[in-house]
C-alpha cells in the first residue's frame, strides 16, 4: 500500500449504530487529520494529531471521536449519528506543517 | 476566521481551450495548496504554493501572498481535467489548519 488509505470506502449505518472509520498513512509523516466534506459545502476539519498536539474545531459534536494510537493510524469512531452526518469523511496526513496527502474517502450514508 | 473564495464558481469549456482560476484569502497564510476532486472525490493534490510561481505540465500556480490571491492556469484543457478544483490555506498563528475555499467546478467538453 502507498500514500494514504482509508476504509471502509462506503459505509451505511443506523442512528443507533456504532461504527469506526480507519486510515493509514505509508508515508513516514508525522501529521494526521480528520475532514467532513458535505454536499454543498467546502472541507471542513474535524481533528488534528501530531506530536506535539491534538486539535479539535469545537462545531464538532462529541457523537465523533477520534483516536490516533499511533503516528500510522488514525480512527474515527461514530456513534448515535443523526442523517446530516451524512458525509464523505477524509483522512490526510504531513510531515509537520507541510502539504497535506488526503485519502480517497470513506462515503458515510447514516439512516 | 481566515475567508477564502474561489471564482469562478462554475466553469464550461470545450476541449483545447485554456482557463484560469482564481483563489482569494482574507488574511496572511502560511502555505497554500491547489487540489482537483476527481469524480470518486480523491483529492489529488496539484502545487503546494505559498509564494511564487510553479509549473507542472499544463498546469502552472502562481501565488502573490502580499495581495492576498492565487491563480491556477490549465493550458489546452482535456475532459479528464473535469471536477472540482480546491485552493486550501493555513492560516497565520493555526495549528495546521487548513480551511478550503467553495471550489471552482470545471467541465470540459470533449
Known amino acids: 500500500e502507498t500514500g494514504v488509505t482509508q476504509t471502509p470506502r462506503h459505509l451505511v449505518m443506523g442512528m443507533t449504530n456504532k461504527k469506526s472509520l480507519k486510515c493509514e498513512q505509508h508515508l513516514g509523516h508525522n501529521a494526521m487529520y480528520w475532514y467532513k466534506q458535505s454536499a454543498k459545502k467546502p472541507l471542513e476539519l474535524m481533528f488534528v494529531y501530531s506530536l506535539e498536539e491534538r486539535v479539535e474545531n469545537n462545531s464538532v459534536p462529541s457523537r465523533f471521536s477520534p483516536e490516533c494510537p499511533n503516528s500510522s493510524h488514525l480512527f474515527l469512531h461514530l456513534h448515535t449519528l443523526q442523517p446530516e452526518d451524512s458525509a464523505l469523511y477524509l483522512c490526510?496526513?504531513?510531515?509537520?506543517?507541510?502539504?497535506?496527502?488526503f485519502g480517497p474517502g470513506t462515503r458515510l450514508t447514516v439512516l | 476566521g481566515i475567508q477564502v473564495e474561489q471564482s469562478p464558481p462554475d466553469l464550461i469549456l470545450q476541449e483545447g481551450a485554456n482557463s484560469t482560476l482564481r483563489c482569494n484569502f482574507s488574511?496572511?497564510?502560511?502555505?497554500l495548496q491547489w487540489f482537483h476532486q476527481n469524480p470518486w472525490g480523491q483529492l489529488i493534490n496539484l502545487f503546494y504554493?505559498?509564494?511564487g510561481t510553479k509549473q507542472n505540465g499544463r498546469l502552472s500556480a502562481t501565488t502573490v501572498a502580499t495581495e492576498r490571491y492565487s491563480l491556477l492556469y490549465i493550458s489546452s484543457s482535456q475532459t479528464t481535467d473535469s471536477g472540482v478544483y480546491f485552493c486550501?490555506?493555513?492560516?497565520?498563528?493555526?495549528?495546521?489548519?487548513?480551511?478550503f475555499g467553495s471550489g471552482t467546478q470545471l467541465t470540459v467538453l470533449p
Open positions: 504554493i505559498p509564494s
Open positions: 486550501a490555506v493555513e492560516h497565520v498563528g493555526s495549528a495546521r489548519q487548513l480551511t
Open positions: 490526510a496526513s504531513s510531515q509537520d506543517r507541510n502539504e497535506q496527502f
Open positions: 488574511d496572511s497564510v502560511n502555505n
